[in-house]
């Protein structure tokens, strides 16, 4: 995975290379706002002083550059998810989301009816009865605290497998998607990174075991799926989907597909659902504006610039997916970057940058709402940019305004019980509250609950 030998000519942290690249690995967020922070005036920052290997981009220039550049920056797939060769589910990483080039091209086109306005509008349904079928929507239960980042949970587990899988709700179908969402969140443990050996009592082994039982569940309902009439949910789209030369993704590539979305959907959509609710009804200890947000959140223009400024202000997912360069290049000006680099972008730093957000460490959805002076687009990534953005992009925005505008129009609203909050990684990708977040249903118009902990270090005023 890591090309020790790579050399670049660029200012960053100490230490000892292959350390630090696990260490960024595993928390990736804290790794990037406070060991590199030192560093974020220039447009290439190595992980490890002076070594190429891993380096992160900064900057808006940078940024653009990366994105747009997909011939020299090919996302990194194979040798972060590497399987035996050979077996049937040797394809299970593989994804519109992983793939490069003319692969990547093939299996989008063939991926796009997925969120057609049809589909969409099917989703939508699914989503408002999850929501009306959830604890905040439950009055009976108001004066009952509940964990609102765990409820979040429940509502994105409902929605992926009523709207990808077209499954029920059912323990059996919560056990499949459970399955699922293990082989992307062992994959950044040390252990299986660095001690491939595929046996059963090894790390890695059990790891390539389960990839195993997961793929001949996904195979065997695939399998059903097409032989039933059409249907609007994803899976049901995928298998009837036809290019202009009459091609169709194949078993093992639906199998990859049905992976990518879970892992890329399930905990992002719950933590941005949950990020977003927490900025509305809180407000970091000591600013001093306590009563409530005074937005009408039943707009979908003002929801919408809630939803985003959330987003930049706690990124769900605060580092990118990594690319891989494949020739030798100056980013934005930088020393050259070696070929065999592997790099990340991070939206936690570029997010909160002074000359693209003024006042960057507070909550200002109104900057949102004034398109000649808001954010240009490579400033603000919660889903990547451009050809590269996020498939799922389109379901995960739907289900979150969907989610927050019911919750928006109810008679209770939420009030927040607990006073200390964490932003901190979880498997490597996502940033989720360390422990539960308390709140109960109660009248509209209640003041905006002080909170401390780790969330202040983005969100001080």
Not at 54 to 76: M, S
Not at 123 to 142: G, L, N, Q, V
Not at 433 to 440: A, F, K, M, S
């Amino acid at each position: 995975m890591f090309d020790m030998s790579l050399r670049l000519d660029a200012a960053g942290p100490k230490g000892v290379p292959l350390v630090n690249n696990l260490k960024f690995m595993a928390t990736s967020a804290d790794y990037a706002t406070r060991v590199m922070a030192p560093f974020h005036d220039q447009p290439v920052i190595p992980v490890t002083r002076g070594h190429g290997s891993v380096v992160l981009v900064t900057g808006e220039q940078a940024v653009r550059q990366v994105f747009t550049d997909n011939d020299t920056f090919h996302r990194a797939g194979e040798e972060l998810f590497d399987l035996p060769k050979g077996r049937t589910f040797s394809g299970m990483f593989d994804a519109v989301i992983t793939a490069n080039g003319d692969e990547h091209r093939r299996r989008r086109r063939l991926l796009m009816p997925v969120v057609q306005k049809s589909a969409m509008d099917h989703y939508r349904e699914i989503f408002a009865d999850t929501f009306h079928h959830s604890r905040f929507a439950d009055a009976a239960a108001c004066d009952e605290p509940f964990d609102m980042a765990a409820e979040f949970l429940e509502i994105s587990m409902t929605n992926l497998l009523r709207g990808m899988l077209g499954l029920p709700d059912s323990a059996e179908n919560r056990e499949l998607a459970a399955l699922i969402l293990s082989l992307t969140a062992s994959i950044t443990h040390p252990a299986v990174i660095l001690f491939r050996h595929d046996a059963a009592w090894t790390p890695y082994g059990r790891w390539v075991r389960r990839v195993a039982a997961a793929y001949e569940r996904l195979a065997e309902l695939i399998e059903q799926r097409r032989q039933e009439p059409p249907r609007w949910d994803a899976l049901s789209i995928v298998c009837n989907t036809t290019g202009e030369d009459g091609e169709r993704l194949s078993t093992s590539e639906i199998a990859g597909e049905l992976h990518a979305f879970f892992s890329a959907g399930f905990e992002t959509t719950a933590l941005t659902l949950t990020w977003a609710l927490l900025t509305i009804i809180a407000r970091p200890a000591g600013s001093g504006t306590a009563g409530p947000l005074g937005l009408d959140l039943t707009d979908e223009t003002v929801l919408d610039a809630v939803v985003k400024e959330s987003q930049r202000l706690l990124p769900a997912v605060p580092i990118s997916l990594p690319r891989r360069v494949v020739r030798d290049v100056e980013i934005a000006g930088s020393a050259a970057v070696p070929r065999g680099a592997m790099l990340w972008a991070a939206s936690i730093v570029e997010h909160h940058r002074p000359e693209s957000y003024p006042e960057p460490e507070v909550f200002l959805p109104r900057r949102w709402l004034d398109a000649a002076t808001g954010p240009r687009p490579h400033e603000f990534f919660p889903y990547g940019i451009g050809a590269r953005r996020c498939l799922g992009a389109a379901f995960a925005d739907l289900q979150v305004r969907v989610t927050l505008g019911l919750l928006a129009r109810q008679r209770r609203q939420p009030e927040l019980l607990t006073r200390e909050v964490a932003y901190r990684m979880r498997s490597g990708v996502s940033a989720a509250p360390r422990g539960p977040v308390l709140v109960r249903l109660g009248p509209p118009g209640a003041d905006r609950t002080p909170v401390t902990g780790g969330v202040t270090a983005y969100w001080r005023q």
